[in-house]
């Protein structure tokens, strides 16, 4: 076995599975990006009404409607990454890693939405729960960044090869007219 072999975990795919590979990480890119929407919103509106939360307050009622609603993004995020279809078998461990990330995420997103709809409602929230869980997240997310760094190397795809194919996938052309 050669030294890049074992550097990268085995030999190189083949041009075909590398498309496999790209096409699967577009699509993982795909789901993040609606989630990442989500999640703006969600921080604009606490960067925005944050300090001006209190229990009853219409602030909190906001802070709680955009809570929910990222919830559900995230719910959906876990239910489309299960939908994504054949992934080729050296991106298994980047899709499972993702998929732990996406289903902390969720539990994180569902207990901060009812924390946030405690302090509407005048209630207490637990908040050491909300940490705990936002804790977890962080941690799975790390990991699944790594893990996504390493199938990137394994296809020798660099991060601007990444951009530049999500940006041609958001343009409506899938990449594959595209030699990497």
Known sequence: MGILSRLFGGSQPTPEERSQIIAYLVAEWRLRARQDDAAGEYNDTLTRLGGSLAPGNEAAATVAQVARHMASVNRELVDGHGDLGPVPDAAGRCYFAWHKTYLALADWASAAAVA????????????????????EEESSRRGAEKEEGRLMRHIRLRAEEGRQIMKESEAGNDGSATQF
């Open 116 to 135: 946030y709809e405690a302090i509407a409602a005048s209630s207490h929230p637990d908040a050491g729960r909300v940490q705990t869980l936002l804790r």
